[in-house]
T-cell receptor
Framework: GAGVSQSPSNKVTEKGKDVELRCDPI?????LYWYRQSLGQGLEFLIY????????KSGLPSDRFSAERTGGSVSTLTIQRTQQEDSAVYLC??????????FGEGSRLTVL | AQSVTQLGSHVSVSEGALVLLRCNYS??????LFWYVQYPNQGLQLLLK??????LVKGINGFEAEFKKSETSFHLTKPSAHMSDAAEYFC?????????FGQGTELSVKP
């Protein structure tokens, strides 16, 4: 596609459930990033994939969060046993380093 | 480690007035610096970037930013605000292959 595509755009779940968020990067982009945007918290880095290198997971807030990138393209962010504080907009971006990051429109997660 | 501080979580200006959004960075290496804009209910869009060429960088929609090493600053300016500039603005510094973002500044433009 022309841009970074994320799904679902909105997800409402109950506390304790697992959720999966998907990101389709721009074709040919070797780098993929996940960020979290919470009200008043700015953009918090979560994880970064670059080519075949080991991902930079330094921003994952707990072991309930994980992400994978299959075939160097699509990525899935998984949150296990969701908590209310996980409610946020999860943004995916891709790039062809050292070029700019292109962002998707985000997945809004609400944990009840 | 790289970091960014945006001074002022909310800035309000009148239409036609100068826009000044402040950003200070910390970096152990010569930085690459960016400003992104997020319009309501949309994703982030690159406004401009500094990559060690000219210190005055011009971006889209009439915005520009000046890299000042002595002040570790990269403030964003626009001479005359327009109603359509109302959005959230994020400053970012590159570090370890990723971007480190500031907390964001919400710009309101009054008629």
């Amino acid at each position: 596609g022309a841009g970074v595509s994320q799904s679902p755009s909105n997800k409402v779940t109950e506390k304790g459930k697992d959720v999966e968020l998907r990101c389709d990067p721009i074709s040919g982009h070797t780098a993929l990033y996940w960020y979290r945007q919470s009200l008043g918290q700015g953009l918090e880095f979560l994880i970064y994939f670059q080519g075949n290198s080991a991902p930079d997971k330094s921003g994952l807030p707990s072991d309930r969060f994980s992400a994978e990138r299959t075939g160097g393209s699509v990525s899935t962010l998984t949150i296990q046993r969701t908590q209310q504080e996980d409610s946020a907009v999860y943004l995916c971006a891709s790039s062809f380093p050292p070029g700019e990051l292109f962002f998707g429109e985000g997945s809004r997660l609400t944990v009840l | 480690a790289q970091s960014v501080t945006q001074l002022g979580s909310h800035v309000s200006v009148s239409e036609g007035a100068l826009v000044l959004l402040r950003c200070n960075y910390s970096s152990s290496v010569p930085p690459y610096l960016f400003w992104y804009v997020q319009y309501p209910n949309q994703g982030l869009q690159l406004l401009l970037k500094y990559t060690s060429a000219a210190t005055l960088v011009k971006g889209i929609n009439g915005f520009e930013a000046e890299f000042k090493k002595s002040e570790t600053s990269f403030h964003l300016t626009k001479p005359s605000a327009h109603m359509s500039d109302a959005a959230e603005y994020f400053c970012a510094v590159s570090g370890g292959g990723k971007l480190i973002f500031g907390q964001g500044t919400e710009l309101s433009v009054k008629p």
